[in-house]
């Protein structure tokens, strides 16, 4: 027990820590407040909500820095706030965002460190949501959702136990929300989840209805009621109600309660008060009504808030002598949901997502599906690279002593701040967006550190050292100091995934020959072919020598690497690549033995895609095309005024405009004996290059976009379009966060009768892996692959395009106040580089390719290299070259989501170091005939290093035992066949054997021999 001093706080601290004993201590639904039989309770929740980052760094923030910007000081308010809950036990406090609460409470001592755990033990402050930040919904990935969020609730349950374990999701601030997130959520353990905004008319609606709250079904085709999520619409978003902000930056009066002063109000502001309940009771079902009494960075001054909402407290509850029905209290969101739940109602329930949000006619927040590109490119590709290290550290089983948890957890935490839904959504400032790419790229050499020791130890065969590892983070623009600037290097390319692939290598050279050799000395086919002009005016390549790049194919182990010994030779042998340009008015046909793409000699753009194993055909047009961005005004409060921004996209026309440009004497075709190229110019800041690697199912369309030019003041929003013959229906299918795959029609939506002001932003979705076209009458697919989130959507029939680029000159009038200009290194407008994947078959066929493809996009080869001039024979003499983690592939049904060193909730010390492990089924039901099957995995014996001694099955946060979670069960108004299954318990009498089931994902703590 800490001694008591003199001071008034640390007497207070030490009486909270005194009255939360381990028999004293009452979190979660036993220790709210009760309710008032035949009464309104009014739930008052005090919360503040602290963007990670959006006009400000997420360390101006933190510290109150820039406060000509926003007045917003984190460490401010958490110090605040604690110091209130423990001067009065009668308060409560919500806080949500971990990358922000971690960082205070790592500068406390111990006295208050010890006293806020207190607050937390008795239910008085109280986590929700408890991810590190509050991720956006649209443009976010399901293996970074789930990441970020563990990271939270490892530090929660590390530092706080059972009782920081957060029971309900708050997701109060993204700009609509995803069916894919209730999904995980509710496989977290949530009980709930609750936020603040969705479409203007479904909430006229819902409000008419009464249907504000409902059951969201996250998945009701796969998962069933275990992705059930009960689901809230908050009635003033997260602000208070109108006349009662009390924070240090807002305007409404105090609660003025001595009567002989003449500013004297308590009875106007109770009686303000009580009729604003009653209306807001007046829209929902239950005698229970939730008051979110914060907002933005409030609660700087905590005592502020405290002491008028005590007041209001007082008061309103004094006027039930006089027979008012309203009863107000502080409370939590969880208690709320836990008096819904004692409610006994039956409960409406919800199958569609909630997108696209808009918040009055012409104001659909779709253009941040696709603001800011480069930063969802790279947030991609840090994803991809983190779960890389943490599989080659797992692998490699590397201790304290190489640091790589501390290396790791950089690059966890800027990931994990880079999925706020004002930072991968592109809604930030510009400084800020830098600083998210300063902290990914930091994340990265730190991350790059660990990839090196683990694969050093992986090589060794004995006791000769393996040289050290080098990367190259601008191979997508054809430059690497190493290949430029070496006439020997190996090359070691790891494969993340459990299952073998082949992967095309392109390496930025400056000689015309090379010699490659294999794993096992074999020479290798290569190919080489001229950097473009295209990529050789991108500024960021400054100072490149390349002029070629070199391309092989690179047939890698499951969850292994090989290594690859190249050389320049000195014999200049003719190039592998014929050039020339089209010419006659006749077709230009592509092909390998699967794909055939056909060209219009008149105009040069793509006509035809044919399947060659199916004999599908699809007739297609492509190309790059742009939309004129609706310019802004000084009257932003009027409809017709909304410009598009980075949140909003309003173009100015229905119908794209186009290029006009004449393919045929801009396209240029290379041929050789691993991939051929169509090279097209639509204008001098609008290329692409069409490949076709030898083998390929699908063409490969790299676009590149930018600077986009604005001399004429004139915004503009690019898109690459599809034009095809299929009769589509108004119906277009786009994935929801990388998983499952939701049908849009045109001009419609589930839940009530959709007005469209904005025919083309009206009808855009977020696009996260891949969005499809189907001819029903056909049966045929045509669907494309993206690297990156992107918006798109289907305007016409048989058309498909998706936002690639956008350069505005207004701000949208939504808070950011700076129009979405991004420029580049050299000042001039930002260029934009980007991948999308053409895949045409049947129905039947195209599920097996988009869903192995979009696992191959984002967990992509990881390439490293060596300027060793060893070799290849000596090398193999104490080094691996070829290595796989596991000792048989796993089915192409089943990835391996997570595998990390991790001792979580259910680890006793041993002699080993346990592992987190997440297997995923990444098929839906009825999607193939054999892959959509349940599958099952015997992990002893499965992972060369080591073998199973121990499973414990998680949640899917990773902070509890399956077998202690206990959700709250809620009626509904229609039965759908409970596809939940009751996961088998995996055990050593039957070799720890996992069964998964389409969509499922099943989270382990495992404990290695």
């Given at each position: 027990?800490?001694?008591?001093?003199?001071h008034?706080?640390?007497?207070?601290?030490?009486?909270?820590?005194?009255?939360?004993?381990?028999?004293?201590?009452?979190?979660g639904?036993?220790?709210?407040?009760?309710?008032?039989?035949?009464?309104?309770n009014?739930?008052?929740?005090?919360?503040?909500h602290?963007?990670?980052?959006?006009?400000?760094?997420?360390?101006?923030?933190f510290?109150?820095?820039?406060?000509?910007i926003?007045?917003?000081?984190?460490?401010?308010?958490?110090?605040?706030?604690v110091?209130?809950?423990?001067q009065?036990?009668?308060?409560?406090f919500?806080?949500?965002?971990?990358?922000?609460?971690?960082?205070?409470?790592?500068?406390?001592?111990?006295?208050?460190?010890?006293?806020?755990?207190?607050?937390v033990?008795?239910?008085?402050?109280?986590?929700i949501?408890?991810?590190?930040?509050?991720?956006?919904?649209?443009?976010?990935?399901?293996?970074?959702?789930?990441?970020q969020?563990?990271?939270?609730?490892?530090?929660?349950?590390?530092?706080?136990?059972?009782?920081g374990?957060?029971?309900v999701?708050w997701?109060?601030?993204?700009?609509?929300h995803?069916?894919?997130?209730?999904?995980?959520?509710?496989q977290?353990?949530?009980?709930?989840?609750?936020?603040?905004?969705?479409?203007?008319?479904?909430?006229?609606?819902?409000k008419?209805?009464?249907t504000?709250?409902m059951?969201?079904?996250?998945?009701?085709?796969?998962?069933?009621?275990?992705a059930?999520?009960?689901t809230?619409?908050?009635?003033?978003?997260?602000?208070?109600?109108?006349?009662?902000?009390f924070?240090?930056?807002?305007n409404?009066?105090?609660?003025?309660?001595?009567?002989?002063?003449?500013d004297?109000?308590?009875?106007?502001k109770?009686?303000q008060?009580?009729?604003?309940?009653?209306?807001?009771?007046s829209?929902?079902?239950?005698?229970?009504i939730?008051?979110?009494?914060?907002?933005?960075?409030?609660?700087?001054?905590?005592?502020?808030?405290?002491?008028?909402m005590d007041?209001?407290?007082?008061y309103?509850?004094?006027?039930?002598?006089?027979?008012?029905?309203?009863?107000?209290?502080?409370?939590?969101?969880?208690?709320?949901?836990?008096?819904?739940n004692?409610?006994?109602?039956?409960?409406t329930?919800?199958?569609?997502?909630?997108f696209?949000?808009?918040?009055?006619p012409?104001?659909?927040?779709?253009?941040?599906?696709?603001?800011?590109?480069?930063?969802k490119g790279?947030?991609?590709q840090?994803?991809?690279?983190?779960?890389?290290?943490k599989?080659?550290?797992?692998?490699?089983?590397?201790?304290?002593?190489?640091?790589?948890?501390?290396?790791?957890?950089?690059?966890?935490?800027?990931?994990?701040?880079?999925?706020?839904?004002?930072?991968?959504s592109?809604t930030?400032?510009?400084?800020?967006?830098?600083?998210?790419?300063?902290?990914?790229?930091?994340?990265?050499?730190?991350?790059?550190?660990v990839a090196?020791?683990?694969?050093?130890?992986?090589?060794?065969?004995?006791?000769?050292?393996?040289?050290?590892?080098?990367?190259?983070?601008?191979?997508?623009?054809?430059?690497?100091?190493?290949t430029?600037?070496?006439k020997?290097?190996?090359?070691?390319?790891?494969n993340?995934?459990?299952?073998s692939?082949?992967?095309?290598?392109r390496?930025p050279?400056?000689?015309?020959?090379?010699?490659?050799?294999?794993p096992?000395?074999?020479?290798?086919?290569?190919?080489?072919i001229?950097?473009?002009?295209?990529?050789?005016?991108?500024?960021?390549?400054?100072?490149?020598?390349?002029?070629?790049?070199?391309?092989?194919?690179?047939?890698?182990p499951p969850?292994?690497?090989?290594t690859y010994?190249?050389?320049?030779?000195?014999?200049?042998?003719?190039?592998?690549t014929?050039?020339?340009?089209?010419?006659?008015?006749?077709?230009?046909v592509?092909?390998?033995e699967h794909?055939?793409l056909?060209?219009?000699?008149?105009?040069g753009?793509?006509?035809?895609?044919?399947?060659?194993?199916?004999?599908?055909?699809?007739?297609v047009?492509?190309?790059?095309?742009?939309y004129?961005?609706v310019?802004?005004?000084?009257?932003?409060?009027?409809?017709?005024?909304?410009?598009?921004g980075a949140?909003?996209?309003?173009?100015?026309?229905?119908?794209?405009?186009?290029?006009?440009?004449?393919?045929?004497?801009?396209?240029?075709?290379?041929?050789?004996?691993?991939?051929?190229?169509?090279?097209?110019?639509?204008?001098?800041?609008?290329t692409?290059?069409?490949?076709?690697y030898?083998?390929?199912?699908?063409?490969?369309?790299?676009w590149?976009?930018?600077?986009?030019?604005?001399?004429?003041?004139i915004?503009?929003?690019?898109?690459?379009?599809?034009?095809?013959d299929?009769?589509?229906?108004?119906?277009?299918?786009?994935?929801?966060?990388?998983?499952?795959?939701?049908?849009?029609?045109r001009?419609?939506?589930d839940?009530?009768?959709?007005t469209?002001?904005?025919?083309?932003?009206?009808?855009?979705?977020?696009?996260n892996?891949r969005i499809?076209?189907?001819?029903?009458?056909k049966?045929?697919?045509?669907t494309?692959?993206?690297?990156?989130?992107?918006?798109?959507?289907?305007?016409?029939?048989?058309?498909?395009?998706?936002?690639v680029?956008?350069?505005?000159?207004?701000?949208d009038?939504l808070?950011?106040g700076?129009?979405?200009?991004?420029t580049?290194?050299?000042?001039?407008?930002?260029?934009?580089?980007?991948?999308?994947f053409?895949?045409?078959?049947?129905?039947?066929?195209?599920?097996?390719?988009?869903r192995?493809?979009?696992?191959?996009?984002?967990?992509a080869?990881?390439?490293?290299?060596?300027?060793?001039?060893?070799?290849?024979?000596?090398?193999?003499?104490?080094?691996?070259?070829?290595?796989s983690?596991?000792?048989a592939?796993l089915?192409?049904?089943?990835?391996?989501?997570?595998?990390?060193?991790?001792?979580g909730?259910?680890?006793t010390?041993?002699?080993?170091?346990?592992?987190?492990?997440?297997?995923?089924?990444i098929?839906?039901?009825?999607?193939d005939?054999?892959?959509?099957?349940?599958?099952?995995?015997?992990?002893?014996n499965l992972?060369?290093?080591?073998d199973?001694q121990?499973?414990?099955?998680?949640?899917?946060?990773a902070?509890l035992?399956?077998?202690?979670?206990?959700?709250?069960?809620?009626?509904?108004?229609?039965h759908?066949p409970?596809?939940?299954?009751?996961?088998?318990?995996v055990?050593?009498?039957?070799?720890?054997?996992?069964?998964?089931?389409?969509?499922?994902?099943?989270?382990?703590?495992?404990?290695?021999?």
């Amino acid at each position: 027990m800490f001694p008591c001093y003199a001071h008034i706080l640390f007497s207070l601290i030490c009486m909270t820590v005194q009255s939360s004993s381990p028999d004293a201590s009452k979190c979660g639904y036993s220790s709210c407040p009760k309710g008032k039989d035949g009464m309104l309770n009014v739930h008052l929740v005090p919360h503040t909500h602290d963007d990670v980052g959006w006009l400000k760094t997420v360390d101006q923030y933190f510290y109150g820095e820039k406060n000509n910007i926003q007045r917003a000081g984190v460490q401010y308010i958490l110090d605040s706030v604690v110091q209130e809950l423990l001067q009065d036990p009668s308060k409560r406090f919500i806080y949500v965002e971990i990358a922000f609460f971690a960082r205070w409470l790592n500068e406390q001592n111990d006295i208050m460190r010890h006293a806020v755990k207190g607050l937390v033990k008795s239910g008085r402050l109280e986590f929700i949501l408890g991810g590190w930040c509050m991720n956006d919904e649209a443009t976010t990935h399901y293996n970074a959702i789930i990441d970020q969020h563990a990271l939270g609730f490892e530090f929660l349950r590390q530092n706080f136990g059972e009782c920081g374990r957060p029971r309900v999701a708050w997701q109060i601030d993204p700009f609509g929300h995803s069916r894919e997130q209730a999904s995980l959520f509710a496989q977290m353990g949530f009980d709930g989840l609750f936020f603040g905004r969705a479409d203007y008319e479904d909430i006229d609606q819902r409000k008419k209805t009464k249907t504000m709250e409902m059951m969201w079904n996250g998945s009701p085709k796969n998962l069933g009621s275990k992705a059930d999520l009960f689901t809230g619409v908050l009635f003033n978003g997260y602000s208070p109600p109108p006349g009662f902000c009390f924070d240090i930056n807002c305007n409404d009066d105090p609660i003025q309660d001595d009567d002989r002063l003449h500013d004297y109000n308590v009875d106007q502001k109770t009686t303000q008060f009580i009729r604003y309940a009653q209306l807001q009771a007046s829209h929902y079902a239950t005698n229970n009504i939730i008051m979110t009494m914060g907002s933005d960075f409030n609660y700087q001054n905590a005592h502020t808030w405290f002491k008028n909402m005590d007041k209001l407290i007082k008061y309103v509850n004094q006027r039930q002598v006089n027979g008012s029905k309203v009863n107000a209290f502080y409370s939590t969101p969880s208690c709320y949901l836990q008096s819904l739940n004692n409610a006994s109602k039956t409960w409406t329930t919800k199958q569609d997502d909630f997108f696209p949000y808009a918040h009055r006619p012409h104001s659909f927040w779709t253009g941040y599906f696709t603001s800011r590109p480069t930063l969802k490119g790279f947030v991609r590709q840090t994803n991809n690279f983190l779960q890389v290290c943490k599989q080659l550290d797992g692998l490699a089983e590397l201790k304290d002593t190489d640091n790589s948890t501390f290396h790791l957890n950089i690059l966890r935490e800027a990931l994990g701040v880079a999925q706020h839904h004002d930072a991968v959504s592109g809604t930030e400032k510009q400084a800020v967006a830098y600083d998210y790419a300063e902290r990914l790229a930091n994340g990265v050499m730190e991350c790059q550190k660990v990839a090196n020791d683990a694969l050093k130890k992986l090589y060794k065969k004995g006791s000769t050292p393996a040289p050290n590892q080098l990367f190259c983070n601008l191979l997508n623009i054809s430059a690497c100091h190493v290949t430029e600037n070496s006439k020997q290097f190996t090359l070691t390319v790891y494969n993340p995934l459990a299952r073998s692939v082949i992967s095309w290598i392109r390496l930025p050279v400056v000689g015309t020959n090379y010699t490659i050799r294999g794993p096992k000395g074999e020479n290798l086919l290569s190919q080489i072919i001229q950097v473009s002009a295209d990529t050789k005016r991108i500024p960021e390549r400054k100072g490149s020598l390349a002029k070629n790049e070199l391309v092989f194919r690179a047939d890698l182990p499951p969850l292994g690497f090989n290594t690859y010994f190249i050389s320049m030779t000195g014999s200049r042998e003719k190039q592998s690549t014929k050039t020339f340009k089209m010419k006659s008015n006749s077709d230009l046909v592509m092909k390998n033995e699967h794909v055939s793409l056909t060209f219009d000699g008149p105009t040069g753009a793509l006509k035809q895609i044919t399947n060659l194993d199916s004999r599908v055909t699809v007739q297609v047009k492509q190309e790059l095309m742009y939309y004129i961005g609706v310019s802004g005004s000084s009257k932003s409060s009027a409809l017709n005024a909304q410009p598009s921004g980075a949140y909003i996209f309003r173009p100015n026309e229905t119908v794209p405009l186009s290029f006009h440009a004449d393919l045929k004497k801009t396209t240029v075709i290379k041929e050789g004996a691993l991939v051929q190229e169509v090279y097209q110019k639509f204008s001098p800041w609008a290329t692409q290059v069409i490949r076709l690697y030898d083998g390929a199912q699908h063409a490969e369309f790299e676009w590149t976009v930018g600077p986009i030019p604005v001399s004429d003041m004139i915004g503009k929003e690019v898109i690459s379009r599809f034009s095809t013959d299929l009769a589509t229906n108004g119906v277009v299918y786009t994935d929801a966060n990388g998983r499952e795959i939701l049908q849009r029609k045109r001009n419609h939506r589930d839940t009530w009768n959709f007005t469209n002001t904005e025919p083309v932003s009206g009808n855009y979705y977020p696009v996260n892996s891949r969005i499809y076209l189907r001819d029903e009458t056909k049966k045929i697919q045509f669907t494309v692959l993206t690297d990156r989130s992107q918006g798109g959507g289907s305007i016409t029939d048989g058309n498909l395009e998706l936002m690639v680029h956008r350069r505005l000159l207004w701000d949208d009038y939504l808070g950011v106040g700076e129009a979405l200009n991004e420029t580049g290194m050299d000042g001039k407008g930002l260029i934009a580089r980007g991948k999308h994947f053409i895949y045409v078959d049947t129905i039947e066929n195209s599920a097996k390719f988009h869903r192995d493809m979009a696992l191959k996009l984002y967990m992509a080869p990881s390439l490293s290299f060596t300027t060793s001039t060893m070799k290849q024979s000596d090398w193999t003499k104490v080094y691996h070259t070829s290595w796989s983690g596991l000792k048989a592939a796993l089915p192409d049904n089943v990835h391996i989501l997570t595998f990390v060193q991790w001792a979580g909730p259910s680890f006793t010390p041993r002699t080993s170091q346990p592992y987190l492990v997440r297997f995923e089924h990444i098929y839906e039901k009825d999607e193939d005939v054999e892959l959509s099957k349940p599958v099952k995995i015997v992990l002893q014996n499965l992972f060369v290093p080591f073998d199973v001694q121990s499973v414990e099955e998680l949640t899917l946060g990773a902070n509890l035992q399956l077998s202690q979670l206990h959700r709250l069960q809620w009626k509904t108004n229609q039965h759908f066949p409970d596809l939940s299954r009751q996961s088998q318990p995996v055990t050593a009498t039957d070799n720890f054997t996992v069964i998964l089931n389409p969509m499922e994902i099943r989270t382990f703590q495992i404990t290695w021999k």
